[in-house]
C-alpha cells in the first residue's frame, strides 16, 4: 500500500437518479476515447454464442500501476473519468446483473490471459480487483452499503478516489472482455482479472468462486477513505486498523503486502518513487515509477527479500512495506516467507481468496467455481 495504496478510498456517497439510457460501446482498447465509454454494457444487440469453457498493499497497494499506459496529465485524467462514468452509469444503473454465467466466466479468463502476454498489465488488473473488494466494514451489515467485491468502482464517484488514480486505465484494458461476455458481472470481471493476472505472473492458483452480484448504481459507492495510505504517523498501526475493519488478520496483512513484488509506484499519480529506475526505464510497456522487486512482472518472495535487505536505492520501500520487518508480529511472517517461498504461497493464495470475496452478494450463495 502507498500513499494510497491498494486500500484508500476518499469520496462522498452520491445518489443520482438512474437513467434508462443503454448505449452499446464499440471502440478499441488503444483508444482514450474508448476509455470513456468503458463501464456502459450494451443491451442492444448483442451476440448471444455461448462461449465454452474459459471465464494482483494498498493491497496491492494502489500504486501499482500499468506498465502499457504512459501517465495523463490531471486535466486528460480527470476528463477521461468524467467520460467513462458518464458511459458505464447510463446503462450500469439501470441493469442490475445477478449470476455469471459460468461458460462466459471461463472463456473470459482465457481472454484476460492473451490480454496478459500482449499488454503486460498484471500489476494494474491486481490493483482493480483489490481497490473493488478493499472498501469492505465488517461492522456494516447492509449490502451494498457494507463495501467490498460489488463492481462499484466502475461508477465515476468511486473511480475519482484519489486512491484509485490511474484505475480508468484498467477499466479501459478489460472493456472489450466485459463487452464480449456480457453474462459476466462487473464485480466478477474485476476479481477473476486479479487472480488471474497472479496466477499468470507465475503466482499460486487462487481458490476463486464466483457469482458476484453488481451495485446498481452510484448512490452504492462508499466514501473515500476506506483503503490504505502508504504514510501514514503510525504504519503498523494504520495497516492493522483498515485490514481489521474488513476482518483480516496480521497474517493476511503480511501475506497480501507480498503482492507487491509486482508493479510500480508513479510518483505523478501517488506522490511516491521515483520517476524512473534501472528495472523500469525500459518497461515494458510505458517505461518509468519505481518498482519493490528487480523482475515487477513476476510473481515470488522476492518483494520480502528485498525489503528486508533494502540494499538497493533503485528499489522501492514504503513506511508500510518498512513495518512489516519492524513490528513483532508482521516481522514473524515476513521473515518466514522470505526464508519460504512455498509458505508465502500458500498464505497469500488464502488471504487473496478470502479478500476477494469481502462484502460480496453471491447467486447462488454458494458461489460458482470453474
Not at 504512459?70 to 447510463?90: A, E, M, P, T
Not at 499488454?119 to 478493499?134: M, Q, S
Request: glycine share 6%.
Amino acid at each position: 500500500m502507498t500513499q494510497r495504496v491498494s486500500l484508500t478510498l476518499n469520496g462522498t456517497l452520491l445518489s443520482r437518479p438512474k437513467t434508462t439510457t443503454t448505449t452499446t460501446m464499440s471502440s478499441s482498447l488503444r483508444s482514450t476515447t474508448a476509455a470513456s465509454r468503458l463501464l456502459r454494457s450494451s443491451s442492444s444487440t448483442r451476440s448471444t454464442l455461448s462461449l465454452s469453457a474459459s471465464t494482483s498493499l494498498s493491497f496491492a497497494r494502489s500504486l501499482v500501476s500499468s506498465p502499457l499506459l504512459s501517465s495523463s496529465s490531471l486535466s486528460q485524467k480527470r476528463h477521461r473519468v468524467s467520460s467513462v462514468n458518464r458511459s458505464f452509469n447510463s446503462t450500469a444503473a439501470t441493469t442490475k446483473c445477478s449470476a455469471s454465467d459460468p461458460d462466459q466466466l471461463k472463456n473470459a479468463r482465457e481472454d484476460i490471459k492473451e490480454l496478459l502476454t500482449t499488454k503486460f498489465c498484471h500489476p494494474i488488473l491486481v490493483r482493480l480487483g483489490w481497490h473493488d473488494a478493499g472498501t469492505y466494514n465488517k461492522n456494516i451489515k447492509e449490502w451494498p452499503q457494507r463495501g467490498g467485491a460489488n463492481g462499484s468502482l466502475r461508477f465515476e464517484i468511486e473511480l475519482k478516489h484519489a486512491a484509485n488514480a490511474g484505475l480508468v486505465n484498467a477499466l479501459n484494458l478489460i472493456k472489450d472482455i466485459k463487452e464480449k461476455y456480457s453474462g459476466i458481472t462487473y464485480a466478477d470481471l474485476f476479481q477473476l482479472a486479479s487472480a488471474t493476472a497472479i496466477e499468470e505472473a507465475g503466482g499460486p492458483k487462487i481458490p476463486m468462486k464466483y457469482g458476484r452480484v453488481d451495485a446498481s448504481g452510484p448512490e452504492d459507492c462508499p466514501e473515500e477513505g476506506r483503503l490504505p495510505d502508504a504514510g501514514p504517523p503510525s504504519p503498523a498501526n494504520h495497516l492493522r486498523e483498515v485490514f481489521y475493519r474488513m476482518g483480516l488478520d496480521d497474517k493476511d496483512i503480511v501475506a497480501l503486502s507480498g503482492a507487491h513484488t509486482l508493479g510500480r509506484s508513479r510518483p505523478e499519480r501517488s506522490g511516491w518513487g521515483k520517476p524512473e529506475t534501472k528495472y523500469t526505464k525500459e518497461g515494458p510497456g510505458a517505461p518509468g515509477g519505481q518498482s519493490w522487486t528487480p523482475e515487477w512482472l513476476k510473481f515470488d518472495n522476492s518483494y520480502f527479500k528485498e525489503i528486508k535487505e533494502k540494499r538497493d536505492e533503485d528499489l522501492l520501500v514504503l513506511p508500510t512495506d518498512a513495518a512489516i520487518f519492524e513490528d513483532s508480529s508482521f516481522k514473524v511472517y515476513a521473515e518466514k516467507y522470505a526464508a519460504d517461498q512455498d509458505a508465502f504461497f500458500k498464505d497469500y493464495a488464502v488471504a487473496h481468496a478470502k479478500l476477494s470475496n469481502l462484502g460480496a452478494k453471491f447467486d447462488p450463495p454458494e458461489g460458482i467455481v470453474i
